[in-house]
């Protein structure tokens, strides 16, 4: 569940729930059985018009490396169309608390930044949304007092002005206060009004409502884009129903994606995400045929493991990639069986 700047990462194999987590998440499980926690398939009141038409119904996140750590380098313009959001990583931390700027790697190829705008713009053209990631295994931005929520925002609007991305990925992966990052996206959505805003957290900061990272997801629901859980580099886990389904398993992506179903988040707010390669994580990859029969399970019903969920969301929004290199250095096997498959639902 990290991502490197140089290498894969192997994250923490089989951490586990503690009491409280486990509690709340039996708690999610019973109102999943009692069929009380469904949520709306329709987007949530308030959302700016403007995200529907920026983001499929059903859409594939990729994350794009703004560095070379063996993976197909690739400039923008390389990348699969099949990705609807592409996620640039990442930005870095500056001297002031909680802002971030963003400087591009020389060793992606670019000649100048006027180039990578360029690229930007002719994704955009395409119908792509492309935005600025926040985080990763080497992250070091912190949001946590009103100043430094202040000063992320204003950097996230910033950079938004400058590049002309679509809006911010939260990828922190070590630690992430609710109140003020919510706080901090609201600043961002006050200012750009259609943002694209999403979120890949670790499986263990989507085990409950209860999580800093779920609390941030509902505090922003009215503009939240899609939430990917990271569903790799975590070793077994409780899913909805409180049973441990094992990692790399269609159990594993639907009894977990069932959490936030039955959370808050509406469906649209929900994708799955998965190593593009086997050398994209330390473990937890999956075949594309495994990905694409949770996404069937969770859609229509169909293709489920032994996890069945009480009811069906079509209205799914779809999958993330890391990468969209490491997926260049598999030949595309992500975008052209995953995407093909999320763009192919009802």
């Known amino acids: 569940m990290v991502r490197a700047r140089k290498g894969t990462g192997t994250g923490t194999a089989g951490r586990r729930l503690s009491a409280g987590l486990a509690a709340a998440l039996l708690t999610v499980a019973g109102a999943v059985a009692a069929g009380t926690a469904s949520a709306s398939e329709a987007h949530p009141a308030g959302r700016p018009a403007a995200h529907a038409a920026a983001v499929p119904r059903h859409a594939v996140t990729g994350y794009w490396q703004n560095f070379d750590n063996g ?15 592409i996620a640039v990583a990442f930005a870095d931390a500056t001297g ?8 591009l790697d020389p060793a992606v190829g670019y000649a100048s930044a006027a180039d990578f705008k360029a690229d930007i713009k002719a994704k955009q053209a395409a119908g792509k949304s492309v935005v600025i990631s926040v985080g990763g295994e080497k992250g070091s931005v912190s949001v946590n007092d009103d100043a430094s929520a202040k000063n992320f925002a204003d950097s ?6 400058q590049y002309g991305f679509n809006g911010v990925d939260i990828d922190l992966e070590n630690g992430l206060n609710s109140t003020y990052m919510t706080q901090a996206l609201k600043a961002v959505h006050a200012r750009h009004g259609d943002v694209v805003v999403t979120m890949a957290p670790q499986t263990i900061d989507m085990q409950s409502p209860q999580t800093e990272y ?11 884009t899609v939430v990917n859980t990271q569903y790799y580099n975590s070793g077994s886990m409780n899913g909805c129903d409180g049973k441990v389904y094992a990692q790399g398993s269609v159990d594993f992506l639907t009894s977990l994606a069932c959490i936030q179903l039955a959370g808050g988040l509406d469906p649209s707010q929900v994708g799955l995400g998965v190593p593009a390669s086997a050398a994209a994580a330390g473990s937890g990859h999956v075949a594309p045929s495994v990905v694409d029969a949770a996404l069937d399970c969770l859609t229509a019903g169909s293709n489920c493991g032994s996890y069945k969920p009480s009811r069906t969301y079509p209205g799914l929004r779809g999958a993330m990639a890391w990468s969209t290199n490491w997926d260049a250095s598999n ?4 975008a052209s069986q995953v995407g093909g498959h999320v763009h192919g639902l009802p």
């Open 71 to 85: 993976a197909t380098v690739q400039k923008l313009k390389d990348v699969n169309d099949a990705y609807d959001i």
């Open 96 to 103: 002031a608390p909680g802002a971030v700027a963003f400087n």
């Open 156 to 161: 996230i609007n910033g950079l938004m002005d």
């Open 214 to 224: 779920f609390k941030t997801a509902l505090g922003i629901k009215d503009f939240l």
């Open 331 to 334: 030949g595309n096997e992500f």
